[in-house]
């Protein structure tokens, strides 16, 4: 079992960066594949970002490559999600979320956390 608790969101400017953080349980959390999604209001929940294991792979939707950033730190458990260039169309609860196994996904996530709002103001 994982909980996962999500932080770090808020008004932020067009153009304006925000840092997301998520706070993960248990002791295996570095086995886990973590993903970040999003859903505006009056759209479906979509994908955002994975990373690998160890940081050392990511894969990032097309609507945030180059100004979204993944990156965890297994000592403490957590994953972030820099987001930079905001944009009224980031505006959305973002959740994040873990999957067992190795591989990069968009789909097959297992564990989600409560989400955290974002809001992005032109």
């Known amino acids: 079992q994982v909980q996962l608790v999500e932080s770090g969101g808020g008004l932020a400017q067009a153009g304006g960066s925000l840092r997301l953080s998520c706070a993960a349980s248990?002791?295996?959390?570095?086995?886990?594949?973590m993903g970040w999604f999003r859903q505006a209001p009056g759209s479906v929940r979509e994908f955002i970002a994975a990373?690998?294991?160890?940081?050392?792979?990511?894969y990032y939707a097309g609507s945030v490559k180059g100004r979204f950033t993944i990156s965890r730190d297994n000592a403490k458990n957590t994953v972030y999600l820099q987001m930079n260039s905001l944009k009224p169309e980031d505006t959305g609860d973002y959740y994040c979320a873990a999957r067992r196994g190795p591989q990069l996904s968009s789909v097959g996530y297992d564990y989600w956390g409560q989400g955290t709002q974002v809001t992005v103001s032109s």
């Open positions: 248990g002791r295996t959390f570095s086995s886990y594949v």
């Open positions: 990373i690998n294991w160890s940081g050392g792979s990511t």
